[in-house]
């Protein structure tokens, strides 16, 4: 167990809906990562957050979103949801203080996302 | 371009055969870490192990054993007398000087199975 937690573990939704996944760090750690795993792309960075503030962006679609409250959970929200969109999520923690290139980044166990 | 390239798809052994997985990056950075993780069938991203740039020593722990060598921009994993519970996908990540942002950069996963 890695002290990251996701919620939902599966989702299952229909074409054009709106969702939103949640993520909490392990304890102490202020940075929170997004990744989207799928068949045709693999593991791929969307996002990261460092204590509230985005800071980095990767190739994450205009229709996503995310945002890290002052308890330093984090949730990426998908709308207008395409078949395409269809994956695992992952979200990852490490402690990060001043964006070291050192830290580890601990993955939670992902939420599964069926498009239907 | 930060790039990893991990060729070997899938292997297949049996169970107390030695295997070793390749993984070759690109990068024009000086300052970079590069990392393992496993995901097992469970879905998981299980986190092995970090390696600096500066740092060329190999390292084993247990079964598992590392090798990195910067000339050849390789970082080779070596499992010995391999066992049915290292079934599994294994990843090779790198992380780029990207000041203050972290965004691991995955090979494309290489499919471990070690049959009894």
């Known amino acids: 167990d890695s002290g990251v937690t996701q919620t939902p573990k599966h989702l299952i939704t229909a074409t054009g809906q709106r969702v939103t996944l949640r993520c909490s760090p392990r304890?102490?750690?202020?940075?929170v990562y997004w990744y989207q795993q799928s068949l045709d792309q693999g593991l791929q960075f969307l996002i990261q957050?460092?204590?509230?503030?985005?800071?980095a962006k990767g190739n994450i679609l205009e229709r996503f979103s995310a945002q890290q409250f002052p308890d330093l959970h984090s949730e990426l929200n998908l709308s207008s949801l395409e078949l395409g969109d269809s994956a695992l999520y992952f979200c990852?923690?490490?402690?990060?203080?001043?964006?070291?290139?050192?830290?580890?980044?601990?993955f939670g166990p992902g939420t599964r996302l069926t498009v239907l | 371009a930060q790039k990893v390239t991990q060729a070997q798809t899938e292997i297949s052994v049996v169970e107390k055969e030695d295997v070793t997985l390749d993984c070759v990056y690109e990068?024009?950075?000086?300052?970079?870490?590069l990392f393992w993780y496993k995901q097992p069938p469970s879905g998981e991203l299980v986190f092995l192990i970090r390696?600096?740039?500066?740092?060329?020593q190999n390292e084993i722990s247990g079964r598992y054993s590392w090798n990195f060598q910067k000339s050849t921009s390789s970082f080779n994993f070596t499992i010995t007398a391999s066992q049915v519970v290292d079934s599994a996908v294994y990843f090779c990540?790198?992380?780029?000087?990207?000041?203050?942002?972290?965004?691991?950069?995955f090979g494309q996963g290489t499919r471990l199975t070690i049959n009894p």
């Open positions: 990852a923690s490490s402690v990060s203080r001043g964006g070291q290139l050192k830290d580890t980044q601990y």
């Open positions: 304890s102490g750690d202020l940075s």
């Open positions: 957050y460092y204590n509230g503030e985005e800071r």
């Open positions: 990068t024009r950075d000086t300052t970079y870490y």
């Open positions: 390696r600096n740039s500066f740092d060329e």
């Open positions: 990540a790198l992380n780029p000087t990207i000041q203050g942002a972290q965004k691991l950069v």
